[in-house]
């Protein structure tokens, strides 16, 4: 994630550091423990959590379980996850639903946090969980709120509770109760109330949102916290927990470009779970927040999970296996080429899929040039295609390609790289799907691996290098043979008509000879 992309390159050239030594002396760990330190006052992280955290790594750095270690760097850095995890709340906390119908959600937190968006995005992902949420328009204060708010109810596809206009006008308290009743009464499952927020904490504020809660007795309270804000992030977030009280934190703009420090403080600092993280502008772009994985990703160990998981919502089984016999039956076209995009789609960014392998930080150049548009253009062209294009991209003659160009709004030129790449994206995954491992352009072989699923070549055995053309020739044909060259092991039949002879091979003289009649 973006917003600790500057301490993730941080602690990894700290860490770097440590690699190759076989034994931590107390100032390698002082010297380690001070970078981290260092990295994390910069990434806006709260002094007190700052101090804590390097003062549990420094004391295990330095005990038994770093200096009896076979690999102290990789011992430190699993330190400094289990870390890490314990500063951003240990263990993963799901929201807590009412036994009796409706679960009551309430969001608060300052103006420009992000809650109304995160309302829509919170609702989205519940109802994919077959809920039946109730977006309330409470927020009567900030201009055109409630008119946002019921944007993003249909683009989510989810009713908004909203009987009053806005604008300055109307009891906030009268309608989070109202909506209590009509969500009864309609039997939704999940109400969630969008609360007025200020630029800055202020009175009036806490007493409105300490008011609603009293008159509605939430199941949750939820306090969205633009991660961006850094330090300020954990005054904010006392104050809330002091005026009004909180039982999770959901964490908005994750994928900015600023030094996420509120990720790594409002937890500690406040007692109360991270429950949410809001990844991107799209209403999809919303999930559970998992301590550990959050802390690989810092680490940059990347997090499979969460890519695993988003792939098996993303991908139908049943369309997957029915591809994966078309590769081994060679009858993979250019109409499953563009229904496997259109699922790739549904999994949100694909640099952010990028960014949760492993190492991903090693080529942060690339992920930040990827251009995500690629895939729409892509598109965009196999839909100009006929279907028998598609299913024949051998028909593709120049004046085709012309036509499809015309068609996506491209050039031929992008017309023919692209059908360049689905004919090398099926030989590779043909060769995947036969049991082999495929060569990737542009990275030479992998040590052991067993292309096309066949076995691996053996290794082309070194010719002669001596500068005599004859003896070069005599002695290629010897290792050719199998013997080693200038010894008695040639076979019957080996040559210059030599067999039988046990001199060793021919003498320079013959050789000589044989130069000369063959001209050289």
Do not use: C
Request: charged share 25%; proline share 5%; aromatic share 4%.
């Amino acid at each position: 994630m973006a917003s600790f992309g500057n301490l993730s390159d941080r602690l990894s050239a700290t860490f770097k550091n440590l690699r190759g030594k076989g034994k931590l002396s107390p100032a390698d760990v002082d010297g380690t423990v001070r970078e981290i330190r260092r990295a994390l006052l910069d990434a806006d992280v709260a002094l007190e959590v700052v101090k804590e955290f390097t003062g549990k790594v420094r004391e295990r750095a330095l005990g038994d379980e770093v200096s009896k270690a076979l690999n102290p760097a990789q011992q430190v850095v699993q330190i400094v996850n289990e870390e890490l995890v314990t500063i951003l709340g240990g263990q993963q906390r799901r929201l807590e639903f009412s036994k009796q119908p409706p679960t009551i959600i309430m969001l608060a937190g300052l103006q420009g946090a992000g809650k109304t968006t995160l309302a829509g995005k919170l609702a989205k992902w519940l109802a994919k969980d077959n809920h039946t949420p109730l977006l309330v328009a409470a927020d009567l204060q900030r201009p055109n709120a409630v008119t946002q708010l019921q944007v993003v109810g249909e683009q989510a596809g989810v009713p908004v509770f909203a009987p009053e206009p806005g604008n300055g006008k109307g009891n906030p308290v009268k309608v989070a109760k109202d909506a209590i009743k009509f969500a009864k009464d309609k039997q939704y499952d999940v109400v969630i109330v969008d609360t007025a927020g200020r630029l800055g904490v202020d009175a009036e504020l806490m007493k409105q949102a300490a008011d609603i809660r009293k008159a509605i007795n939430p199941d949750e309270v939820l306090f969205v916290i633009d991660a961006m804000i850094g330090q300020d992030a954990v005054a904010t977030a006392k104050a809330f927990q002091t005026g009004v009280d909180f039982t999770g934190v959901v964490l908005s703009k994750l994928d900015g470009d600023a030094r996420g420090g509120a990720a790594l403080s409002v937890a500690s600092v406040t007692g109360r779970p991270i429950i949410f993280a809001s990844t991107g502008e799209g209403l999809d772009d919303f999930e559970p927040f998992y301590p550990d994985r959050m802390a690989s990703r810092i680490l940059d160990l990347g997090d499979i999970l969460s890519l695993i998981e988003q792939a098996q919502e993303a991908f139908d089984e049943e369309e997957s296996r029915k591809v994966a016999e078309k590769f081994m039956t060679d009858s993979f076209t250019l109409e499953d080429f563009l229904s496997q995009m259109q699922q790739l789609k549904k999994m949100g960014s694909i640099k952010n899929m990028l960014g949760m392998i492993p190492g991903a930080r090693g080529m942060r150049e690339q992920l930040e040039n990827f251009d995500e548009s690629e895939i729409t253009r892509t598109e965009a062209i196999i839909q100009s295609m006929t279907p028998m294009e598609r299913r024949q991209p051998k028909v593709l003659n120049g004046s085709r390609r012309v036509r499809i160009a015309r068609g996506a709004g491209t050039t031929v030129t992008e017309v023919n790289g692209l059908v360049n790449r689905f004919e090398q994206a099926a030989k590779m995954m043909k060769t995947v799907a036969k049991g082999g491992m495929p060569q990737v352009p542009g990275m030479g072989p992998i040590p052991g691996a067993k292309f096309g699923g066949g076995k691996a070549k053996p290794q082309a055995k070194k010719g002669s290098k001596s500068g005599n053309p004859a003896k070069r020739a005599a002695e290629n044909a010897a290792l050719a043979a199998g013997t080693k060259p200038g010894t008695s092991e040639a076979p019957a039949g080996s040559g210059f008509g030599l067999a039988g002879k046990k001199s060793g091979g021919p003498t320079e003289d013959e050789l000589a000879s044989l130069q000369k009649f063959l001209g050289r």
